[in-house]
């Protein structure tokens, strides 16, 4: 059974940090890219971040310079830091797992950032 298990996620005022962890089980996590997505309310599903196993890493242009995705095989967890935060960033953060061979996806129950003063 595959299960994503967000943490991290809180209130923090604007220009503050936080730091999401996503703990995976039930992969064989080198075989799968991993990935932070976002829900606001209203809005559509976005992809923040992805990180192949080999550790390549792409980011919305919304993120850059700000957020930083990175990921421990060892543990087969992954984690998104997050600086500079902006209201805008107020969000429902997603893990997300892809193997590159199926194609086969599953998603965490997500962790709630918000960012107000």
């Known amino acids: 059974q595959v299960q994503l298990v967000e943490s991290g996620g809180g209130l923090v005022q604007p220009g503050g940090s936080l730091r999401l962890s996503c703990a995976a089980s039930?992969?064989?996590?080198?075989?799968?890219?991993m990935g932070w997505y976002r829900q606001a309310p209203g809005k559509q599903r976005e992809l923040v971040a992805t990180i192949t196993s080999g550790g390549s890493t792409n980011y919305a242009d919304s993120v850059k310079g700000r957020f930083t995705i990175s990921r421990d095989n060892a543990v087969t967890s992954v984690y998104l830091q997050m600086n500079s935060l902006k209201p805008e960033d107020t969000a429902v953060y997603l893990c997300?797992?892809?193997?590159?061979?199926?194609?086969?996806?599953?998603w965490g129950q997500g962790t709630q950032v918000t960012v107000s003063s």
């Open positions: 039930g992969i064989t996590f080198t075989r799968n890219t």
């Open positions: 997300n797992t892809k193997n590159i061979y199926t194609l086969r996806t599953y």
